[in-house]
């Protein structure tokens, strides 16, 4: 090669498509996780009324769903939620039909407001219900029906952050707006909710939970069960997991969802994980700190928590109980040997 400069030979390489290392490395490396996502709380009180304006200006035949984005102020392009995970909430109001579509992305809700709607996942009409949480896992067609009256508004939690990641995002249209039941209806809660006692004659057909719905009534049943005797989890409270009848392990491949019940006067101890989280509160008055930011979450608002940010719980309250509905990655970074969690010192 003729007598160049490291100049010269620094831009001629960069012409041929590479780059030093030795000049990114810090930018590639670093000693601990840096998210990209900020700590962020959406007020559900303050998005409700934009939601209802939206009913009266779009149709559900203009718009696939109807669904609020909470866009991370650091994830904006492609938006996301937290690393890998979408939050949005949806309207539908009665008479309205939410047309049928798959994607390769997982999907669930859960309830916020309002009754007599139904999804219909794979032919089995799932029903739903205030702090009911549905499962819609990849590939799975689902529509959605409301035949009550009022709004009906739900959280969406999905992983197309992730699936678009790994180039592996497919969607597609039944082709009918609706599907035709066939199934009975809500035969997966009837069949699988029971805990210890499995059907039998039903064989796992996907990584993912075969349960349509986790109804409320049973998680506060639990909760109850557990009763004021029981500690929990020193940063969480006490934790329950959903969990997947055919393995005891996470509701779908790459999404995990728990609740929260945060006695009064309950201060938690500090954590944190490379998880990335979203916390929905459903009942009571919340302090979170999620690294240098502390948040009072109001019933029915939403708070992003980045992978490795110090986050402690309280319950703010001294008479009420809080209840948090929490969703995360950890099944995924499990997989893939990435998950490392940790309680901090006060
Ligand atoms: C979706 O398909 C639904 O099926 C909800 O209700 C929210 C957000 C982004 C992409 C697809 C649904 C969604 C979504």
Redesign the pocket.
């Known amino acids: 090669m003729a007598e160049i400069t490291t100049d010269q030979a620094y831009s001629q390489i960069t012409k041929l498509g590479a780059e030093p290392l030795w000049r990114h490395y810090g930018d590639l490396f670093h000693p601990e996780p840096r998210s990209a996502a900020v700590p962020h709380r959406w007020s559900f009180s303050d998005l409700r009324p934009y939601m209802l304006h939206f009913t009266e200006t779009l149709s559900l035949e203009e718009a696939?769903?109807r669904?609020l984005?909470l866009v991370n102020p650091g994830l904006a392009d492609p938006p996301a939620t937290v690393n890998s995970l979408?939050a949005?909430i949806?309207i539908i109001m009665p008479g309205e039909t939410?047309q049928a579509?798959r994607?390769t992305?997982n999907?669930f809700?859960f309830i916020i407001e309002g009754e007599s709607a139904y999804?219909t996942v794979n032919g089995e009409r799932v029903h739903m219900r205030p702090g009911d949480l549905l499962l819609?896992p990849g590939w799975h067609w689902?529509?959605?029906y409301h035949e009550g009256s009022g709004p009906m508004m739900w959280l969406?939690g999905?992983d197309?952050p992730l699936t678009n990641s790994f180039e592996a995002g497919f969607?597609e249209l039944f082709g009918d707006r609706t599907q035709k039941s066939s199934v009975p209806d809500d035969f997966s809660s009837r069949v699988y909710i029971h805990g210890r006692l499995n059907p039998v004659w039903e064989t796992p057909q996907t990584a993912s939970s075969p349960v349509g719905n986790y109804p409320w009534s049973e998680t506060e049943r639990a909760l109850a069960a557990i009763g004021d005797d029981v500690d929990g989890s020193e940063s969480e409270g006490v934790v329950l997991e959903y969990t997947n009848p055919w393995t005891g392990g996470p509701v779908m491949p790459t999404i995990d969802c728990r609740i929260l019940r945060l006695r009064p006067g309950f201060v938690g101890r500090p954590a944190r994980t490379t998880a990335s989280t979203i916390l929905h509160a459903v009942r009571g008055r919340a302090t979170v700190e999620v690294g240098d930011t502390t948040f009072d979450l109001e019933p029915k608002d939403i708070l992003a928590v980045p992978g490795w940010a110090r986050y402690r719980l309280d319950c703010a309250s001294t008479s009420d109980d809080v209840v948090l509905f929490a969703y995360s990655n950890r099944p995924a970074l499990r997989a893939l040997e990435l998950l490392r969690e940790e309680a901090l010192a006060d």
């Open positions: 696939e769903r669904v984005m979408f949005g949806q939410a579509h994607h992305a999907a809700r999804t819609t689902h529509d959605h969406d999905l197309f969607f």
